[in-house]
């Protein structure tokens, strides 16, 4: 298989054994997932709802997966091109299956490749903003998973957080944004690998289950080549103190 072309999905969308149609809960998108392997959560919906992207700005989601964040960020933003690079070929494909089934073969492209090879193939400053969800877990901090493709969606090891940053920065202009969201106790981490790849950290929010619960998660924006100047962003709370959803999540999930 040549990496260097994207899929070409056909009109017929098919499902094999184990996979399923998933609504994405905004503008009707919808995700084909397998039954027995990781699938998109909420942190891949917020993430695309943080990236900040203008009209006709080149976007590049760094392991797609499934290709939630690509098809996400293509419903947010109908003016832009959005490449996504995902290293398993099963995945890739699953992926650009469901780019077709949402009609966005025009705007999306799937590659299957790894990130690390995406600068050479796809082109050094080709972008203006970058988007990752990355492995949660250091490798052998949690129990590794079954199937391979669980184990690289969650689990460092192929690749640590920072060969992505340094990958981020490679494919972005000079002022392009890479956004991520990560575990919020491992921040530190992540803002010294993007100030080892000259990623600039300057949005910050923080995800909270509540208002009376610490942050579970952040979203972090940075710029390549920016200034030191640190912008916090009001927290992110998901549910009121009643267990009903926040107007924020509402708005986020399109539910207003």
């Not at 050094?124 to 199937?147: H, I, M, Q, T, W």
């Not at 600039?200 to 080549?225: F, Q």
Request: proline residues 4%; contains cysteine; neutral net charge.
């Amino acid at each position: 298989m040549n990496s260097l072309a994207p899929y070409c999905i056909s009109d017929m969308i098919e499902l094999k054994e184990n996979e399923r149609i998933d609504d994405l809960q905004c503008e009707n998108m919808k995700i084909i997932q397998r039954t027995d392997a990781f699938r998109f959560g909420t942190d891949a919906v917020l993430l695309s709802d943080f990236v900040l992207l203008k009209k006709g700005e080149r976007l590049i989601d760094l392991g797609t997966g499934t290709g939630a964040i690509a098809i996400l960020a293509a419903a947010h933003h109908k003016e832009n091109r959005i490449d996504a690079v995902e290293i398993q070929e099963d995945m890739a494909e699953m992926a650009a299956r469901s780019v077709s089934l949402n009609n966005l073969q025009d705007r999306v492209f799937v590659h299957a490749l790894d990130m690390r090879d995406a600068p050479k193939n796809l082109g050094y400053g080709a972008f203006d903003a970058a988007v990752c969800n990355p492995p949660y877990s250091k490798e052998g901090a949690a129990l590794a998973s079954v199937r391979d493709n669980q184990r690289l969606s969650r689990h460092e090891g192929d690749i640590t957080i920072e060969e992505i940053c340094k990958t981020a920065a490679k494919l972005l202009k000079t002022g392009g944004r890479f956004s991520v969201v990560f575990p919020a106790q491992r921040m530190f981490e992540m803002m010294s690998a993007m100030q080892g790849a000259r990623l600039a950290p300057k949005r910050v929010r923080t995800v909270h289950g509540t208002s009376l619960h610490a942050p579970r998660l952040v979203l972090i924006d940075s710029v390549k080549e920016g200034g030191a100047q640190l912008h916090w962003m009001p927290p992110l709370i998901l549910k009121n103190i009643d267990g009903t959803y926040t107007e924020e999540w509402k708005r986020i999930y399109g539910q207003t």
